[in-house]
């Protein structure tokens, strides 16, 4: 008998106990946020600092699927609230797809640049394709785009131990953004520096198919690319395009590791670059609060402190970088502006 | 979990109402929390689920979360490790054998059995997640394939100490002088990758394959010539393995680290060692990718993180190098050079520059070339048992069996449709050979007449495996050259032999026979799996459970062959 009190005191216990916690916890309440996400990105939202502000502040967490900036706007968005792609031609495609959306915001920028190796930077530098300046390298596109159009091989600028032609390796143009990037580069290098029109795809595509071409399976995420390059050695991947937020976003989170890699790794800023800008689109009401809480101060700041984004604040960098990378420019000035939508699309057709 | 999730829908729906509903809510919650109670009592609900399947399992701790690995068989040698790993995060490791080229099919089927996959390369991730739930793909190590080749016929080839070519090799397999073994290039990443990297040097192309090149006649016929030098298959590498060191073979194309581990093994029973050879025109990288499945469990993931975490660290990192894989990014440290021997050939100094994948449509175009058109075709009796006690359920799943593999809609499903020039056989027995029906060629025709023929088959009778085997060789040996193709006798049986013939019979006969030919078994019915695995182990084969997975064995079997 007197057990059964005493379990039933327990009950009771419990119960308010979880009676409590309900109330507390009501107050609290975070709105989990589904989307797609460009791979460059995942680090940023695993951030737990960054995930506490937009609790905090904003009621939000964010959930994501992994997809590349093109290939998430035809993907199945049931349930989805938001995009994130790395680029404006991504809201561009959303919108001759499906609509304006809800809302979109430009939440960050970052330039293209190139990934390499020490040895390979060393041979390009004897080919006067790479430059330095101040401690930061830049590679001259025209004259890298003739090397891949000529199928200079690696043997040919002294460097036999690497099998194949010059060529930059890139995520899928089609489906990823960087390789979108890179091909718009390559496109405008194409047409003698200047950003390609409508009028002029049908001109540079050739090329471009030719360049593409070469590059047998791309990969369909940038983050994937990125750590491939890493892993697998000068020979596996001798340049790859990328972000210029990786290697930062690497450093702060590997210091050990980016310490034994630093004298090989190089970030190399093809003149003319072209900027990726992480836009974010919102597809539900709930997702429209997503950009606000991305556009917070506090978020900006540690997008550009822990993951190598620029920010309208952080546009041109003072003061150490982080991460302690070396080879970043303060200032990205030589800038090509991205093709419109519509060349875009032809130029993404023409290479699928 | 299902509690969890069932906590954040009540706080949903109270979120409009919340004092009226407060009462409500925590009766709800009273009720809930009773649950929770009689099960910790009761034990029922312990949180972990018990292990269900997989090849191997390794306990964390009873609470734990358990996560479903599915990986290449190259990671069995990893084994140890893993233990460990469940040890030290407490979480339970089930982990399921493939080939990586079917776990990219297991992937593009949703993976739902699985909560990590693990191939050898990430091309097989990309390729394979087309539904986006592929999450923390982080690679474990690398190591390229390579071919190992006895040392004595490497001295005698001349590739001791130089740079070798993939056209080296194909010639020194056009003079006869070394013949191979590899796996499936259409279930396996080391197979695939070498079979492609034969493609590029036989095209003389160092980028950039199209479909069109694939047609190319001249390439046609190399490549049928090169594949031809194969002597065995398997689906997954280190099954391959297993089935070189079982045997008497020149060669094997695998990746380095199996190479460093069938050295091992040689050496220590006083064998040959092979001698590495990076073939500089066809060479690739297995990356190794560990990457979460998401099917939307929170603490899944975080299992999953753990033990990832565990697998990067410099504890297990040094582990695994001791094994014969390179670390990621950071390749050999000093002290476990060691274990990279020189004198095998192993050089990890070198750069290695692997060829680039093909496209994605040009890739899979040509693994389907592969099956259908280039690989040695397959010469296959069916031993197939209509003993009495096979009647009732075994001779079902028997026959249901063979109409997944001679009914051609059923076989292209899986890919193991019939390719140009091979040849079926299919022997029915009980205590006696019954008859031997050949199908006249691999039209879908012909081989629905033999799939006829078995449907119309009555059981009765004892059992003589032994007796069906040996005609199945006869046949083979009497009306084939076998280096043209690639022989397997499969046995569908519940393998209680009781006939005039016995082990003993069968194997004076195989010796004296001396032929290469693998006796597989699939088994059906009250399977007695002891006389199947004798006859596996004395020809090189293996034993499937045809009951719990009929494709799954299927697809295994054809691997081989």
């Known amino acids: 008998m007197k057990s059964k009190w005493a379990g039933l005191i327990l009950l009771i216990v419990v119960i308010a106990a979880a009676g409590i916690y309900y109330l507390v916890s009501s107050g609290n309440r975070v709105t989990v946020l589904d989307g797609y996400l460009g791979g460059e990105k995942i680090g940023l939202y695993e951030d737990e600092e960054v995930a506490d502000i937009l609790a905090d502040r904003y009621h939000i967490q964010f959930s994501y699927s992994r997809a590349g900036s093109l290939d998430m706007v035809t993907a199945d968005q049931t349930g989805r609230d938001y995009l994130f792609p790395s680029s404006q031609t991504t809201l561009e495609y959303y919108e001759d797809e499906h609509g304006r959306p809800l ?79 890179f091909a718009a580069l390559l496109a405008n290098v194409c047409n003698g520096g200047e950003t390609v029109t409508d009028a002029d795809v049908a001109q540079v ?129 030589q800038v090509i502006p991205v093709p419109g939508y519509s060349a875009m699309k032809q130029i993404i057709d023409g290479l699928s | 979990m299902t509690l969890y999730y069932r906590f954040l829908v009540l706080k949903k729906r109270c979120r409009d109402c919340a004092p009226r509903c407060l009462m409500w809510g925590i009766r709800r919650l009273s009720v809930l929390l009773l649950a929770v109670m009689t099960c910790l009592v009761l034990g029922a609900c312990s949180g972990g689920e018990e292990n269900t399947g997989g090849d191997s399992y390794f306990a964390g701790s009873s609470g734990g979360e358990t996560l479903r690995i599915v990986s ?19 979480v339970n490791i089930e982990i399921t054998y493939l080939g990586s080229v079917d776990i990219m099919r297991t992937l593009e089927q949703g993976a739902e059995n699985y909560d990590v996959v693990w191939p050898a390369s990430s091309i097989w991730i990309s390729l394979g997640d087309s539904s986006h739930l592929v999450k923390h793909a982080q690679s474990v190590s690398t190591t390229p394939v390579v071919f190992g080749i006895r040392q004595s016929l490497a001295d005698e080839l001349g590739f001791v100490g130089r740079e070798v070519s993939v056209k080296d090799i194909l010639s020194a397999i056009e003079e006869g002088k070394m013949s191979f073994c590899m796996t499936s290039a259409t279930q396996s990443n080391s197979g695939a990758s070498a079979y492609i990297g034969f493609l590029y040097a036989l095209m003389g192309k160092q980028e950039a394959m199209t479909e069109a090149d694939l047609q190319d006649e001249t390439l046609k016929g190399e490549i ?66 560990f990457a979460y499945v998401d099917h939307g469990d929170g603490n899944k993931e975080e299992a999953f993180l753990e033990v990832q975490d565990y697998l990067l660290s410099d504890e297990a990192q040094n582990e695994i190098q001791r094994t014969g894989r390179r670390s990621s990014s950071l390749g050999v440290s000093e002290e476990n050079r060691d274990v990279f021997r020189q004198d095998w050939g192993i050089d990890v100094d070198r750069v290695l520059s692997p060829i680039p994948m093909p496209a994605a449509d040009v890739l899979m175009e040509a693994l389907n070339l592969y099956q259908t058109q280039f690989k040695k075709p397959s010469l296959t009796v069916y031993c197939l048992d209509f003993s009495g006690s096979m009647s009732g359920e075994g001779n079902e799943q028997m026959v249901e069996a063979m109409a997944q593999i001679l009914i051609q809609e059923n076989a292209e499903r899986n890919l193991l449709q019939a390719s140009e020039n091979e040849v079926n056989i299919v022997i029915p027995f009980d205590d006696d050979v019954i008859d031997v029906w050949t199908a006249p060629d691999s039209s879908p025709e012909s081989l629905e007449a033999l799939y006829n023929e078995i449907q119309d088959e009555v059981c009765a009778g004892g059992t003589d495996i032994y007796r069906a085997a040996r005609e199945g060789i006869l046949q083979m040996t009497s009306g084939y050259d076998l280096d043209q193709y690639t022989p397997a006798v499969i046995l569908l049986t519940d393998g209680m032999s009781n006939g005039d013939m016995d082990y003993d019979d069968f194997q004076e006969f195989y010796r004296e026979e001396g032929v290469d030919v693998p006796v597989f078994s699939i088994m059906f019915g009250d399977a007695e799996e002891e006389q199947l695995e004798e006859l596996a182990a004395l020809s090189n084969a293996r034993v499937f459970d045809g009951r719990e997975d009929l494709i799954g064995a299927f697809r295994s079997v054809k691997g081989y062959n």
């Open chain 2, 72 to 90: 290449g068989s190259e990671n069995q040698e990893l084994e140890h490790i893993l233990e460990d790993c469940a040890r030290e995060t407490g």
């Open chain 2, 224 to 289: 049928t010539e090169l594949l031809s030098g194969i002597d065995r298959s398997s689906g997954s590498s280190d099954w391959l393995k297993e089935m070189f060191l079982n045997g008497d073979y020149d060669a094997m194309v695998n990746y380095e680290c199996l190479i460093i581990s069938a050295n091992r093994d040689l050496e220590e029973q006083g064998r040959e060692t092979l001698y590495t050879v990076y073939p500089y025109d066809g060479l690739s990288l297995a990356d190794s990718p």
């Open chain 1, 205 to 333: 595509l050739p090329q471009l198919q030719e360049i593409f071409g070469q590059l047998g399976y791309m990969e369909t995420s940038s983050s994937d690319l990125f750590s491939q390059f890493l892993n697998m050695g000068v020979g596996a991947k001798p340049m790859i395009a990328g972000y210029e937020s990786q290697i930062i976003e690497f450093a702060v989170e590997n210091p050990e590791d980016y310490e034994e890699l630093k004298d090989d790794l190089v970030m190399i800023y093809p003149t003319p670059t072209v900027w990726s800008t992480h836009v974010y689109i919102a597809l539900t009401e709930a997702g429209e609060q997503g950009a606000s809480a991305l556009l917070d101060e506090e978020v900006q700041r540690l997008a550009w402190e822990k993951h190598g984004f620029r920010t309208s604040g952080y546009g041109i960098v003072q003061g150490t970088i982080p991460g302690g990378v070396s080879g970043v420019a303060a200032e990205v000035t």
């Open chain 1, 103 to 181: 809302a979109s915001e430009i939440v960050f920028n970052t330039p293209i640049v190139i990934y390499s190796h020490r040895l390979v930077s060393d041979a390009l530098k004897d080919q006067g394709v790479v430059t330095e300046r101040e401690g930061v390298l830049y590679a001259d596109m025209e004259k890298l785009t003739q090397m891949m159009l000529d199928g200079t091989s690696w043997a040919d600028i002294g460097l036999p131990e690497l099998y194949g032609s010059v060529s930059v390796d890139t995520t899928d143009p089609t489906k990823s953004n960087s390789g979108n990037m």
